[in-house]
């Protein structure tokens, strides 16, 4: 295998998976940040972020001095043959892109980088921006490629080195070539193809997942209405391969820094070409309605009026696995509660504090303290473990909202408590 000189534009965490993984394949990584106290922090290997494995990949790779850290792009393009750009592309106000960081760089670097090099879109960027940064790079010797990536928080190493596949588009073949030999050694399907159907397999295959979990929570508020059990129901269907077990667990709607972004970007990119997309909307509104639906269980679940009810949540991160809390579903569901008056107590094991209408706790006990009602809203294992005898003597109100199933219902109904799952029969 050839090893490559990369340089890597942002060290968020597509981007410091993406340098660290590269290094321990051998190719010789610059990551670079604008942040110079992140910068520091990572030239003593201190990550910053929990995403299992990634510490010891990052000190292995300065050992080796194959990766290393600098400030700013400028820094890290001068010799390199292929440059990623993994910087963030929040969405603007209308739900689309916002792409200035992505430019900004392309304006600060367009001069340094090397005849022959290949600029890669890592970031999940509308269809056309490949072609867009070829344009504002002006450069006919260095070529713009799409490798868009498919890494879930929590397990981004895993999934950068064990892809089901790689997807590299550019309409300079060579090139597109040269960024998929990258990524040799992984032994993945590899899909070579224009630059704007790579930009587009990235947000359909997003959009599929959420379609894939709205349809389940559709399906489990139907199973709660006709006394069926979602569990065996998704069970029984996700044997068949067409369908397939993975991601149809039911929960209180998705979020995250991904789905909700990209599903928004691509209704809007529909809309702006005059598409119906009428499926893709029912995504995003029955994911809304999920939202609702877990308020509305809490509010049964006190008596009929959140008005001075006292909960306690169980999770707050977007999943379990992750410190992220950006468009976590557990967020909504407590501003929403705190909106009718609710007073709310909360515990993540990997959140101190947050920014809104809740108090967070060390001790999940102290939690379900005088509590009204227990809400779970992240699937951490450690939940599951807790002492549910002794949540029952804390708790006011003898009732648990397990917005993913993730509790044993006959654990909690020894203990006395009465458990309210999503598509399934609540367990006294
Ligand atoms: C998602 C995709 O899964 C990745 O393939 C993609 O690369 C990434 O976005 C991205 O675009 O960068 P991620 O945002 O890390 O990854 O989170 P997921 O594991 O997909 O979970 C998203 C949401 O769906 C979470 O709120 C999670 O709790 C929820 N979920 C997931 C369920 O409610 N049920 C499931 O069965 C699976």
Known sequence: MFARRIAVVGAGYVGLTTAACLASLGHRVCCADVEVAKVERLRRGEVGILEPELPDLVTEGLAAGRLSFVVGARRAVGDAEVVFLCLPTPMGEDGSADLAAVESVIAETRELLPTGCVVV????????????????????????????????????????????????????????????????????????????????????????????????????????????????????????????????????????????????????????????????????????????????KVRMAVGGSLAGARIGLLG?????????????????????????????????????????????????????????????????PEFRALDWTMVAELLNGKVVIDTRNHLDPDVLSRAGLTWHGVGRPSVA
């Open 121 to 296: 879109t890592k970031s999940t960027v509308p269809v056309g921006t490949a072609h867009r940064l070829a344009e504002l790079l002006g450069r006919h010797d260095v070529a713009v490629v799409s490798n868009p990536e498919f890494l879930r928080e929590g397990s981004a190493v895993t999934d950068f080195l064990n892809p089901d596949r790689v997807v590299v588009g550019s309409d300079a073949q060579d090139a597109a070539e040269r960024v998929a030999a990258l990524y040799a050694r992984l032994g993945a399907p590899t899909v070579l193809t224009d630059a704007a159907s790579a930009e587009m397999v990235k947000y359909a295959a997003n959009c599929f997942l959420a379609m894939k979990l709205s349809y389940v929570n559709a399906v489990a508020e139907l199973c709660e209405r006709l006394g069926a059990n979602v569990t065996d129901v998704t069970e029984g269907i996700g044997y068949d391969r067409r369908i397939g077990q993975a991601f149809l667990q039911p929960g209180p709607g998705w979020g995250g820094s991904c789905l909700p972004k990209d599903t928004a970007a691509l209704a809007r990119v529909a809309a702006a070409v005059g598409l119906d997309f009428p499926l893709l909307q029912a995504t995003i509104d029955t994911n809304h309605h999920q939202r609702s639906r877990t308020v509305a």
């Open 316 to 380: 707050l991160t977007f999943k379990a696995g992750t410190d992220d809390l950006r468009d976590s579903p557990a967020l909504a569901v407590a501003g929403a509660l705190a909106a009718e008056g609710a007073e709310l107590t909360g515990h993540d094991p990997a959140v101190r504090v947050v920014s809104g209408p809740l108090t967070v706790v060390d001790d999940p006990y102290a939690v379900a303290k005088d509590a009204d009602a227990l809400v779970l809203l992240t699937e951490w």
